[in-house]
């Protein structure tokens, strides 16, 4: 499997994320693969789970909710989340990423 790697732009921080929607508890796990792995309570329905990871996302690195959204895979398990307000290496850190950017 490819590794992804969390890009930075003008626009934030783009990170990829593997989700395990209906899991026993709200989790993030940590980084395999170049991917964050996120465990979450919320089904797959109507956007549950998206909203369950950006708010998992948001209050592990001390941003609004509003900083954080799906930009790509909102019907999968794989997505892509950008996160603004934060610089990479403070946002990476936040979330235990074991690499310096």
């Not at 732009?9 to 209906?22: C, D, K, N, Q, Y």
């Not at 609004?64 to 997505?79: I, L, S």
């Amino acid at each position: 499997m490819p590794r992804c790697s969390p890009s930075s732009s003008a626009r934030g921080l783009t990170i990829t994320v593997r989700v395990t929607p209906r899991a026993a508890r709200d989790r993030l796990e940590g980084w395999r693969e170049g991917r964050l792995i996120v465990r979450t309570t919320a089904p797959p329905v109507a956007g549950q789970a998206n909203d369950a990871v950006c708010r998992l996302i948001a209050d592990a690195v001390g941003v609004a909710r509003t900083q954080v959204q799906v930009v790509g895979g909102a019907h999968g398990r794989e997505k892509t989340i950008r996160v603004t307000g934060l610089p990479a290496d403070v946002l990476l850190r936040a979330l235990g990423h074991p690499e310096d950017v």
